[in-house]
């Protein structure tokens, strides 16, 4: 209990100072005053406690790989999510997972944990993705995110231009990062950065000294110091560095980056190093198109040389995979069978409502033709099904109704009263 001398001056009930304006007291409750170098002591155990404590969790889990799932693990939640693709989710399974132990090997060691015959050091294992729009190069990046709770953001490479030119400077993609884990710089260096739209940045000449290109070799260039792995100078709102803003200092050697591009035209590049013809006479389109297809699969590292990627960020990008085009059968099953599948989406939202709503399978048959027929991909999906349902979820609220059915011809007759065909086609 307090104390009060004669003079009524207070004193501290854990170690008896009196009041000063140098140790002020703080009632913690009524009948009960503590100075503040008390309560910075209580502070401080408190931490100290909770630290030692979490410690042990902390080395088991580096010993063990950061206690990620396995690479049939990380392949089989990515089956719940993304349909098909099963050589790009292989990959992607395996590159994570040896990432993330690399992860585990530098803590040990940090710790004092790794061995002294243990002298292999790990590179990282960036990965990057080629194929066409819409077959899941995001998906499959944001929901290995969701597994692993790291965080995670996607950054488009068409915004970043070199240095001293109007854009992005190469470091505002990290500011991201950090933003999505309220600015946590050690959460932020276990992240992954999803790049998209990589091949937007392919060098515009093979010779490079013809003319300045602002925002391909010179994006390229400077990418290539966060991908290998270093420290770098984040300013914290994005946008353009200047002299007197602070920056804060984000190590890369622990970040995944994942780099995603259609690289159209890519495909000539292959039939040409294998001695194959993409277009001529006496092939159809259907057999053009198979053709492309295939091709996609036989993509090296010389062909995304030739396609305008400098030979070093290829050297630092060493998991290379391909996807696949979605034919009419994955892009059916995108409708109906991920834990997120679209039409899962449109019937919660009417069960919200106490509606329950049907689609018959003739419906759902139109909703892909339409999509490959406009060359939407999976992406499209989305928008065909936005485009068929927006009058119901408008009409259907306000009526008295417990079942709402979707056929064929109700889908041909909202797309066609939303001019749908037209508006595809202008996209």
């Not at 009526?399 to 011809?409: G, H, I, L, R, Y």
């Amino acid at each position: 209990m307090p104390t009060k001398t004669g003079n009524s001056t207070q004193r501290c009930a854990m170690c008896g100072a009196n009041e000063t304006k140098a140790t002020p007291l703080v009632q913690v409750f009524d009948g009960l005053s503590l100075c503040t170098d008390c309560i910075n002591f209580i502070d401080q155990a408190r931490d100290m406690q909770l630290k030692v404590k979490k410690a042990p969790a902390k080395k088991g889990s580096a010993r063990k790989g950061l206690g990620i799932p396995k690479p049939k693990e990380i392949n089989a939640f990515l089956d719940q999510y993304v349909i098909g693709q099963e050589e790009a989710k292989k990959y992607m399974s395996v590159a994570v997972y040896n990432h993330y132990k690399r992860i585990a090997q530098m803590e040990a060691a940090a710790e004092g944990q790794k061995s002294e015959d243990d002298d292999v050091d790990i590179e990282k294992s960036n990965i990057i993705l080629v194929g066409p729009t819409g077959t899941g190069k995001t998906l499959l990046a944001k929901t290995i995110a969701r597994l692993l709770d790291v965080p995670f953001t996607i950054v488009d490479a068409t915004v970043l231009t070199e240095a001293g030119y109007v854009g992005e400077d190469i470091e505002s993609l990290l500011t991201r990062l950090l933003q999505a884990c309220d600015y946590d710089v050690e959460r932020a260096q276990k992240g992954i950065v999803f790049i998209d739209e990589i091949d937007k940045i392919a060098r515009k000449s093979d010779n490079p000294s013809i003319t300045r290109d602002v925002s391909g070799e010179g994006v390229q260039q400077g990418l290539l110091k966060l991908l290998e792995g270093s420290t770098v100078l984040v300013p914290p709102n994005g946008g353009r560095k200047h002299p007197e803003q602070k920056m804060i200092p984000v190590d890369t050697k622990n970040i995944l980056f994942i780099c995603g591009g259609a690289f159209d035209g890519i495909e000539r590049k292959i039939a040409s190093r294998l001695n194959t013809h993409v277009v001529g006479y006496g092939h159809d389109e259907t057999s053009r198109k198979r053709q492309r297809d295939n091709l996609m699969r036989y993509v090296m590292p010389q062909d995304l040389k030739s396609f305008g990627l400098i030979p070093e960020i290829i050297g630092r990008l060493p998991v290379l995979t391909s996807m696949e085009s979605l034919d009419k059968k994955a892009l059916r099953r995108i409708l109906t069978e991920p834990k997120n599948a679209i039409i899962r989406q449109y019937q919660r939202l009417f069960e919200m409502d106490g509606v329950k709503l049907e689609f018959d399978d003739s419906a759902l048959d139109t909703i892909v033709d339409k999509a490959i027929e406009y060359k939407l991909g999976a992406r499209g999906l989305r928008s065909i099904v936005e485009t068929v349902m927006v009058d119901a979820m408008y009409d259907v609220p306000s009526q008295p109704v417990d079942t709402f059915k979707v056929d064929s011809a109700y889908v041909l007759d909202k797309l066609d009263k939303a001019h749908f065909d037209k508006t595809a086609m202008t996209d």
